[in-house]
């Protein structure tokens, strides 16, 4: 197994370097499905993306329920926006936002890190900064950050994750049958009440979606 961000999974298994994927990034995932690099795409669980930043908020973004006002207001520059910089699935929801919000997002107070989720939420943490962050890594990270959720509840935060098996007649010599029983695995009755038995701190982690 090799954690990494859903860009580098999906280029990981665009060279057949893997048998299947779990990955959060579903406008990618599509388009990697479209190009014949997988066989097939299941729904597995969602959670939600939350902006992160500290107690004192100088960009005054606590509270709000629009993500796309929040990151219009941390584009003023009132402190640093942490962002992963790496092709991630979250990195591509932010890049999404900034869209969005009519912004290029640069200059001092822009920080593209090239780094994961865990690192990302440290330095936030360490400089005062914001990041976008899924809730699930949030949790594991809260305690040592001293980061605080900021924005959160807008339908756009929508996090599902997906399990993509790899196409065979593409990546003959993968293990396609281990593959199709762990994507099945986890989209069965079992599978699913594992996804929603995963808790962190007694907060439920992902709720499973998957389409049986």
Same mark, same amino acid.
């Given at each position: 197994m090799v954690a990494v961000g859903s860009g580098a999974a999906m280029k990981i298994g665009e060279n &057949? *370097? @893997? *048998?299947v994927l779990l990955v959060h990034a579903r406008a990618s995932e599509d388009r990697f499905m479209a190009a014949g690099y997988g066989g097939e795409r299941r729904d597995v669980m969602y959670n939600d993306f939350v902006l992160v930043g500290p107690m004192r908020d100088p960009a005054t973004v606590r509270g709000g329920r629009d993500v796309i006002e929040a990151f219009r207001? #941390?584009?003023a520059g009132s402190a640093r926006f942490i962002s992963r910089g790496d092709e991630s699935g979250t990195h591509e929801m932010e890049k999404s936002y900034w869209r969005a919000a009519g912004i290029e997002p640069r200059g001092a107070w822009y920080v593209s890190s090239g780094q994961g989720m865990g690192p990302v939420l440290t330095m936030a943490g360490e400089l005062t900064a914001y990041a976008l962050t899924d809730r699930a890594t949030y949790a594991a990270y !809260? *305690? /040592?950050? &001293? #980061? +605080?959720? #900021?924005?959160? &509840? *807008? @339908? !756009?935060?929508? %996090?599902? $994750? &997906?399990?993509?098996?790899? %196409?065979? +007649? /593409? $990546?003959?010599n993968l293990n396609h049958a281990g593959a199709k029983a762990l994507a099945e695995w986890l989209t069965s009755a079992e599978g699913q009440a594992a996804v929603a038995s995963f808790r962190i701190n007694g907060v439920q982690m992902f709720f499973p979606n998957a389409r049986r």
């Open positions: &057949g *370097d @893997a *048998d207001k #941390l584009s !809260r *305690d /040592r950050t &001293g #980061l +605080q959720v #900021l924005v959160e &509840g *807008d @339908a !756009r935060m929508f %996090n599902p $994750y &997906g399990v993509i098996t790899l %196409n065979p +007649q /593409r $990546y003959p």
